[in-house]
């Protein structure tokens, strides 16, 4: 059986100015802050997790809390993060939500044939809603400012910039068994051709759109900025099968990494971007109930005997 990516599993970005990201994504976009805790590597750092009303996996856009100037764009990076929303109609509801909030955003537009709405949060973080076409389950929050029926499913596709096509493509069809799709033109980027990579059931959830880009500049990671992407793998079985794959075929990569809430493997894809394996569980559920997820601050167990220090080093949210 040919192993196969299960679609995104999250996106974890860098904010600067955690009290407004907490208000952007919960009270603009209506997301459910389903896991506060910390950076497991850094814990003077929050982690901050928005997902769907059920924390499940696939819905979760997080963010990193470290004071750092904007980020320089360029290519080796993500470039736009996508969420999915259900309906041309639903997005008609966004650009009216948005504009009045006085949001940057662009005109609804077909990306990949599919309805879209590009716009950016306050640290200019490039975010794309995509209309699924109500593929996949859906778990709405009922404690959320957005009504249920408009509210964000989990994540779109996450459109990537690399240098050379080519070396990333590889890695992305050899070693991840995704496979090339389509193309189509980017209307943000005056036609140039984006290149669809699909994974296990394909859709958009479980795609990748590559722009090759060999002249713009290489990029300064801060706030705005995506940090990496992960992708689904339905348990720590199958990670350790990737961690094998991936070693087997001579890519650089970080282990298994126990996250409590899941097991990771880290690794940089040709153009530089770092990519995650992530289990889909245990989930956010391991130490705290559903009905109030992100409530207070969650510690997995190895850093709890230092839960004092760390609180006394973190500012409020």
Do not use: C
């Amino acid at each position: 059986m040919t192993l196969a990516l299960g679609g995104l599993h999250h996106l974890t970005a860098i904010t600067a100015r955690t009290a407004g990201n907490r208000r952007f994504y919960t009270e603009m976009l209506g997301m459910r802050l389903v896991k506060k805790t910390v950076n497991q590597d850094d814990t003077s750092a929050y982690h901050l997790f928005y997902g769907d009303g059920a924390a499940t996996a696939g819905s979760d856009i997080t963010f990193f809390d470290w004071p750092a100037a904007r980020e320089r764009r360029g290519t080796s990076s993500v470039v736009r993060t996508g969420l999915r929303v259900s309906g041309a109609g639903v997005l008609v509801y966004w650009h009216e939500r948005l504009k009045a909030a006085g949001v940057p955003i662009e005109e609804i537009a077909l990306r990949n044939g599919r309805p879209s709405l590009a716009f950016e949060d306050p640290e200019g973080q490039r975010l794309l809603l995509v209309d699924d076409g109500g593929a996949g389950e859906a778990h709405p929050w009922d404690r959320s400012p957005v009504p249920a029926i408009n509210q964000i499913r989990g994540l779109g596709p996450m459109t990537l910039s690399v240098p050379r096509l080519a070396r990333t493509a590889k890695v992305l069809t050899e070693a991840m068994n995704m496979r090339e799709e389509t193309a189509y033109h980017d209307p943000a980027k005056e036609g140039r051709m984006v290149h669809v990579f699909a994974m296990g059931p394909g859709g958009p959830a479980a795609e990748l759109h590559v722009i090759e880009e060999p002249d713009a500049p290489m990029p300064a990671q801060g706030a705005g900025a995506v940090h990496h992407v992960a992708f689904r793998t339905p348990d720590t079985g199958q990670l350790t099968e990737w961690t094998e794959r991936l070693t087997s075929m001579g890519l650089r990569n970080s282990g298994e990494v126990e996250r409590y809430y899941f097991r990771s493997l880290y690794f940089r894809e040709p153009g530089g971007i770092l990519f995650e394996l992530a289990t889909d569980g245990p989930g956010f559920t391991a130490d705290e109930p559903l009905a109030t997820l992100g409530e207070k601050l969650s510690l997995p167990p190895f850093l709890e005997s230092k839960r004092a220090a760390i609180e006394a080093n973190l500012k409020p949210v």
